[in-house]
C-alpha cells in the first residue's frame, strides 16, 4: 500500500514502538508445478530512438520470480492492492470485479477468496492479533459536478477473512456522503499498521462538517472502536532529505529517501540511505546515484518506493525513474526494477521480469518476499541459490 510506509514513525510518535506487519515465522512458500518462472523468456529493452532517462538494457532482469497461477490475474476484473502476513496466514487486498475483496493462503500458492463488501474501495491491510483490518472508502451516492463522495471505511474478520463487518461510527469517521455542499470532497484511509496497542490509521476525513479533507490519524486497541486524532501527530521522520520509507534491519531500523531538485522529466535526485538504532534518532548515508540510476537526468522518485528485509538483506522496489518504472518519455515505455543491498551502503539495480507490471505492496517472509502487483496479481521473490 502506498502509503504504509509514512505511518510508521507517526505510529513511535503516538505510542511508542512499532510492530511491522511482516511475518518471519514458519511459513513454506511451495514452487510447485502451477508456478511459471518467467526470468529466462524476458527479452531485452527496446532502445529508444533518442536519449531519455531510462534503464540501460544491459541491465540484468532479477531471477527468482515466480507468478502464483493460482491467483486470478490478468484478467482485467482483478487488482492486488496491499499484502500482509503473520506467521500463519498471508493476505492480499484489493478489487474483484469492482468489489472490495480479500485472498487468505497459509503457503503462498493456493488462495481462497471471500468478498469483504459489495461497495467500496479497499487500500490497506494489516494482521494483529484480534484477527484481520482492512481499510479503504465507501461511496455511496454521486454528485454532480463534484463526482462520488466518499467516506472512510474500516472492515473488520476476526476469523480466517471468511466474513467481513463494516465498523460504523459516524462521529469518528465523518466522511462526506451526508454533506449538502457541492464542493469536491472524497475521505479514506490508505494505510494502515499493526502496533504494540493494536492498530493505526491514517487518512484523510472532514472535521466538524466542513468539506475539506484533512490529514487525520486514528488508533483502535482492536480494530472495533477507534479514536480519531485531528491534527495527527509530528512525525520524527527526518523532513529533508526525505526518509520516505523503512524497515526493521540489524536490530534497528533503514530507510531509503533522496533530495531531488528541478522537475520531470529533468529531475535530479540524490538517494539517501538512512540508519536508526531506535525508530527516532535518524542518520543520513549518501548513496551513490549510479546504483539507482544509469543517467544523470533519471530520477529517484519515491512516492511509491517499498522497501523489506530479510535472510537475503534489503530489497526496494518502487514507481518512475530508478525506483520501480524507469519511463522513456519518448516511447512511454516502463520498465519495472528492483535494488537489492547486503549492507545499505551499495545498491544492485535489476530490471522486474515484464510480466510484472508494477509493484503495489510488499511484505517479507524472512526468507523470501511476497509481492502484490495489481492487475499481475501476487508474485514471489525467492533469493537464487
Known amino acids: 500500500m502506498r502509503h504504509r510506509t509514512w505511518i510508521i514513525l507517526l505510529v513511535v510518535a503516538a505510542a511508542a514502538a512499532v510492530v511491522v506487519v511482516a511475518a518471519g515465522g514458519p511459513l513454506l512458500l511451495l514452487r510447485g508445478g502451477s508456478d511459471t518462472d518467467v526470468q529466462s523468456s524476458i527479452p531485452d529493452v527496446v532502445e529508444p530512438t533518442t536519449t531519455v532517462p531510462r534503464v540501460a538494457s544491459t541491465t540484468p532482469v532479477s531471477s527468482g520470480w515466480l507468478q502464483v497461477k493460482s491467483f486470478p490475474a490478468d484478467t482485467g476484473s482483478t487488482w492486488a492492492r496491499a499484502v500482509a502476513a503473520n506467521s500463519e496466514r498471508i493476505i492480499t487486498v484489493g478489487m474483484r470485479d469492482d468489489k472490495p475483496t480479500a485472498w487468505i493462503s497459509t503457503d503462498g500458492e493456493e488462495w481462497t477468496e471471500h468478498l469483504i463488501a459489495q461497495v467500496g474501495e479497499v487500500l490497506d491491510v494489516a494482521v494483529g492479533g484480534q484477527g484481520y483490518v482492512a481499510v479503504g472508502a465507501t461511496c455511496p451516492k454521486i454528485v454532480i459536478p463534484?463526482?462520488?463522495?466518499?467516506d472512510p471505511a474500516v472492515w473488520?474478520?476476526?476469523?480466517?477473512?471468511a466474513?467481513?463487518?463494516r465498523v460504523v461510527d459516524d462521529e469518528v469517521f465523518e466522511g462526506c456522503?451526508?454533506?449538502?455542499?457541492l464542493d469536491p470532497c472524497q475521505s479514506k484511509i490508505d494505510g494502515i499498521a499493526t502496533t504494540d496497542t493494536g492498530f493505526y490509521a491514517t487518512?484523510?476525513?472532514t472535521i466538524d462538517g466542513t468539506p475539506h479533507n484533512r490529514e487525520v490519524a486514528w488508533t483502535s486497541p482492536d480494530?472495533?472502536?477507534?479514536?480519531r486524532i485531528y491534527p495527527p501527530p509530528e512525525t520524527t521522520r527526518p523532513p529533508y532529505p526525505q526518509l520516505v520509507t523503512e524497515t526493521e534491519w540489524q536490530n534497528g531500523r533503514y530507510g531509503l529517501g533522496a533530495e531531488c531538485?528541478?522537475?520531470?522529466?529533468?529531475?535530479t535526485c540524490q538517494p539517501f540511505g538512512w540508519t536508526s538504532p531506535d525508530g527516532t534518532n535518524w542518520a543520513p548515508i549518501t548513496l551513490d546515484t549510479a546504483d539507482f540510476a544509469t543517467s544523470e537526468r533519471a530520477a529517484l522518485i519515491h512516492e511509491e518506493l517499498h522497501l523489506v528485509s530479510?535472510?537475503?538483506g534489503l530489497l526496494a522496489t518502487g514507481i518512475h525513474l530508478a525506483t520501480g518504472y524507469l519511463l522513456d518519455t519518448t516511447t512511454e515505455e516502463e520498465t519495472p526494477m528492483m535494488f537489492l543491498s547486503d549492507d545499505g551502503l551499495e545498491w544492485v539495480p535489476y530490471r522486474l521480469p515484464a510480466e510484472i507490471r508494477g509493484i503495489n505492496d510488499l511484505v517479507s517472509l524472512g526468507d523470501r518476499v511476497v509481492a502484490a502487483s495489481g492487475v499481475s496479481g501476487i508474485w514471489i521473490w525467492t533469493p537464487p541459490a
Open 146 to 150: 463534484t463526482g462520488v463522495p466518499c
Open 223 to 227: 480494530g472495533l472502536t477507534w479514536q
Open 177 to 181: 456522503s451526508s454533506l449538502t455542499t
Open 163 to 165: 466474513t467481513w463487518t
Open 310 to 312: 530479510g535472510t537475503f
Open 156 to 161: 473488520v474478520s476476526p476469523d480466517d477473512a
Open 203 to 205: 487518512g484523510l476525513d
Open 261 to 267: 531538485t528541478g522537475d520531470e522529466p529533468n529531475l
